[in-house]
C-alpha cells in the first residue's frame, strides 16, 4: 500500500499515525491526563510535519541513512519546543525528546524505501 503513494504523502501519513500513538502514550503520566487531547492534536502534527520533511527530502535524494538524518532532526526540531514546556511544574524533557526523535528516525527510513518518486521527464 505505501509503494501506491508518493514520498511526502508516505512521510504525511506514517507520522500522523506514529504522532498520535506517540502522544497517547502520555496517558502513562498521570499529570498529563487533563491535557490529553491537546497532546495527541499537537503530537499528530508534529509526526505531520516531520513527515512532510523527510517526505519532500526522499523525492530529492535518496539515501537511507541521511534520510534517518533528516528524519531524525526534523522530529528533534519539531519537538524541542514542546519538551522545553514544564507540565505542571515538572518537565518531561527526554520523555518528550526520545519519541519525538524515534518518530522522526522512522519516518525518515519509511520515507526513503517506501512509496514512488517522481517520474523522470
Given at each position: 500500500?505505501?509503494?501506491?503513494?508518493?514520498?511526502?504523502?508516505?512521510?504525511?501519513?506514517?507520522?500522523?499515525?506514529?504522532?498520535l500513538?506517540?502522544?497517547s502514550?502520555?496517558?502513562?503520566y498521570?499529570?498529563?491526563?487533563?491535557?490529553?487531547?491537546?497532546i495527541?492534536?499537537?503530537?499528530?502534527?508534529?509526526?505531520?510535519f516531520?513527515g512532510?520533511v523527510?517526505?519532500?527530502f526522499?523525492?530529492?535524494?535518496?539515501?537511507?541513512?541521511?534520510?534517518?538524518?533528516?528524519?531524525l532532526?526534523a522530529?528533534?526540531?519539531?519537538t524541542?519546543?514542546?519538551?522545553?514546556e514544564?507540565?505542571?511544574?515538572?518537565s518531561y524533557?527526554?520523555e518528550?525528546?526520545?519519541?519525538?526523535?524515534?518518530?522522526?528516525?522512522?519516518v525518515?527510513?519509511a520515507?526513503?524505501?517506501?512509496g514512488?518518486?517522481?517520474?523522470?521527464?
Amino acid at each position: 500500500m505505501l509503494n501506491n503513494l508518493n514520498k511526502p504523502l508516505v512521510g504525511i501519513v506514517l507520522g500522523a499515525i506514529l504522532g498520535l500513538f506517540d502522544g497517547s502514550t502520555a496517558m502513562l503520566y498521570p499529570d498529563s491526563r487533563p491535557l490529553i487531547v491537546s497532546i495527541l492534536i499537537g503530537s499528530t502534527f508534529k509526526g505531520l510535519f516531520t513527515g512532510l520533511v523527510a517526505g519532500f527530502f526522499a523525492r530529492k535524494f535518496q539515501s537511507i541513512p541521511i534520510g534517518i538524518l533528516i528524519g531524525l532532526l526534523a522530529g528533534m526540531a519539531f519537538t524541542y519546543p514542546i519538551a522545553i514546556e514544564p507540565v505542571n511544574g515538572k518537565s518531561y524533557f527526554l520523555e518528550i525528546m526520545i519519541p519525538g526523535s524515534i518518530l522522526g528516525a522512522v519516518v525518515g527510513f519509511a520515507t526513503q524505501r517506501f512509496g514512488k518518486s517522481p517520474a523522470i521527464s
